[in-house]
C-alpha cells in the first residue's frame, strides 16, 4: 500500500506544481486530484497493509488519509473553484500529522522511507500553507518548485520500496 499511495501522491502533488506554474488547466489538475483521492480511498477500504508493508498498519493509514483529503481538495479547487485558503489551513494539518509520522518512522519501527516521506511532505504541506493560506503570493513559484520535486521523491521512494531498497 505504502508503494502505490506513494505514486499516486506524487502524480498529485506533481499536477498540482503544473497548475501553480500555470502549465495546468485548473479542470486538469482537479481531475486528476479525485482520481488520486478515489484510489487513495480505495486502498484505505481494501486494507491490503499487511501484504504490502512492514510498517504499523494505524500509522499508514493515517497518512494515506491526509493524503487522499488533500487530493479531494486539490480536485475541489480545481474542479469546482472552491477556495483556495482551505487547501491551505489544511496544509497546516497536514505538516502536524507530517511532524507524527517523521516521530513515529524514528521511535517506534524506524522506516526510513517514512522518515524522507514525512520530511518532503512536511515541508511541502508547510509551503502551500504559507502560499495559501496567509496568502504570501511571492512565494508562489517556490511552492510550485517544492511541489515539482517532491513529488517524484515519492515516486521514487515507491520504487525503491517495492525493490527492497528502503525499508
Do not use: E, N
Not at 469546482?80 to 524514528?106: C, E, K, N, P
Amino acid at each position: 500500500m505504502a508503494v502505490v499511495a506513494g505514486l499516486i501522491l506524487g502524480v498529485v502533488m506533481f499536477m498540482h506544481a503544473w497548475q501553480l506554474f500555470g502549465f495546468s488547466a485548473p479542470k486538469t489538475t482537479g481531475l486528476i486530484g479525485a482520481a488520486g483521492a478515489t484510489l487513495l480511498a480505495l486502498l484505505l477500504a481494501l486494507k491490503p497493509l499487511p501484504l504490502l508493508t512492514p510498517a504499523s498498519a494505524s500509522a499508514l493509514s493515517a497518512a494515506v488519509v491526509v493524503w487522499a483529503i488533500y487530493a479531494a481538495l486539490v480536485a475541489g479547487v480545481g474542479l469546482w473553484d472552491f477556495d483556495a485558503r482551505g487547501l491551505g489551513f489544511y496544509s497546516a494539518f497536514g505538516a502536524v500529522v507530517m511532524i507524527v509520522q517523521m516521530i513515529y518512522s524514528i521511535v517506534s519501527a524506524f522506516s526510513l522511507a517514512g522518515l524522507i516521506c514525512g520530511v518532503v511532505q512536511f515541508i511541502a504541506f508547510a509551503m502551500l500553507f504559507f502560499y495559501l493560506a496567509i496568502p504570501f503570493t511571492v512565494l508562489r513559484k517556490a511552492t510550485a518548485w517544492v511541489l515539482v520535486i517532491a513529488g517524484p521523491i515519492h515516486g521514487i521512494l515507491a520504487v525503491l520500496v517495492l525493490m527492497g531498497g528502503l525499508t
